[in-house]
């Protein structure tokens, strides 16, 4: 598979690798934790979703662009991503507010990215934690995969 420059930088960046229990233990590129090799082997990262609604309850949706390695062109909800393991999205100890106030500093750099919104335009305090999930998906592509 030939990917774009683009692709290509994004996969260098350094994902946060976490246990079960979403406890961080370490980072790795977002290649390795894609790959499904290292997925069946129990890679496991941090992943977020963000889901936009308007002032009328209607949320706003997002096709993945036909460059992505997992899920190319399939609708989705508004943004989803990694936080990455920088300043700012990476927790100092195992806390779940902290862990949380990460991902949202990931989300805004995020929804820049993919659709535009620049920071500042949504505050933090307008991000509302729903939830974890654990998720896996090896079977979309021989070689690439999901496991957040």
């Known amino acids: 598979m030939t990917l774009d420059k683009t692709q290509e930088q994004f996969l260098e960046e350094q994902c946060i690798v976490v246990d079960m229990q979403d406890k961080k233990i370490g980072a790795d590129s977002k290649r390795t934790c894609h790959k499904n090799v290292n997925i069946k082997k129990g890679l496991l990262h941090r992943a977020f979703s963000v889901f936009l609604f308007n002032s009328d309850g209607k949320l706003l949706l997002q096709q993945r662009a036909a460059e992505k390695i997992t899920f190319p062109n399939v609708w989705t909800n508004s943004c989803c991503s990694h936080p990455l393991s920088i300043d700012g999205e990476v927790e100092s100890k195992d806390d779940l507010a ?38 896996r998906s090896t079977e979309d592509h021989p070689e690439w995969g999901e496991h957040e």
């Open 98 to 135: 902290e862990k949380i106030e990460g991902v949202k500093t990931a989300a805004i750099r995020k929804l820049s990215h993919e659709l535009g919104i620049k920071e500042g335009t949504i505050a933090r305090k307008d991000f509302h934690f729903l939830t974890r999930i654990y998720y």
